[in-house]
């Protein structure tokens, strides 16, 4: 018997200790899945035994493309609040479920709308380009959404004459402004994960491992990518891995992303770059809210459940769509 006799009415919501310890999670999974008609999309940052399960893997471009090119009936996010809401606003009659609605990110809740809004106000002929790592409210404010590896060419194509607001990353916006010239007005938010890296410990890696690359990604601070051999939003710095003739590497970004590395460069040693604390690893600790029980059980509740007003939804929409026209 998988599930005790009192939880057997189909309203009854399971939760994780309701989990017999015996169940295959994964194979009950794929089988929700293919009852529901689900797809599974994850980011990166996910643990690896859920990447593993996903139907598709991703960066956050590549997640929002696939949400909004998805035939499935329900679209299951593993990932964190900001992407799963994304999925929502591109498929309103769509269920999207998250494991973990704690699952925040940093630099959404340095940006909260109020005060958001009250920035817009003050430079009223600027035009609002927005991390996608934000709420569906500031998106609804904004002018254009961007992702880290959408966002240079999408500054390119906004005229030169027009003033810009970079909301809410300073180091992205302040890499941004480097690569492509452009004087940009910035948000003062910051990612929790990626401004803590040690500079220090990475130059003690660095004496055993002489040959390593230090690759990051651009939400870190300007210090760190002023040392950083390639700097690049998590598919391009899996992209790069791949590409050069290199063999280790010190990854300053979620330490997500590296069973990526791994199962693609079996022959490469990867590094997490250790954080500017006690702590040896850097992981986000909003993205790790996921596991694969609270996968499991999402998908058998059919809840957690990303809803949001209609009006919101559809000013929201307008930016993100404009990205991925123009991405
Ligand atoms: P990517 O767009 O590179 O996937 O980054 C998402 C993110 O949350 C980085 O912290
Ligand atoms: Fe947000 Fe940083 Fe976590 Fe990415 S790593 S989800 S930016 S807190």
Redesign the pocket.
Known sequence: MIISDKLKTKTQHLSESDIDLSLDLYAEIARLKKDMNAVLLA???QEGEIQDIADFVG???ELARKASQTKADVIVFAG?HFMAETAKILNPGKPVLLPDLKAG?SLADSCPADQFKQFREAHPDHFAITY??CTAEVKALSDLIC???SAEKLIAQVPPETPILFSPDRNLGAYLMKKTGRKMTLWNGS?Q??EIFSEKKIAQIKVTHPEAKLIA?P?CEDHLLNIADFIG???ALLKYVQNVSDKEFIVA??AGIIHQMEKACPGKTFIAAPPDNNCACNE?PHMKLNTLEKLYLCMKNRSPEITMPEDIRLRALKPIRRMLDMS
């Open positions: 980011h990166y940052y960066d956050s471009l964190v990110c996608i790592n992702t880290s590896s990612c994960v990626h990604h939400e939003s998590t598919s970004t979620e986000c």
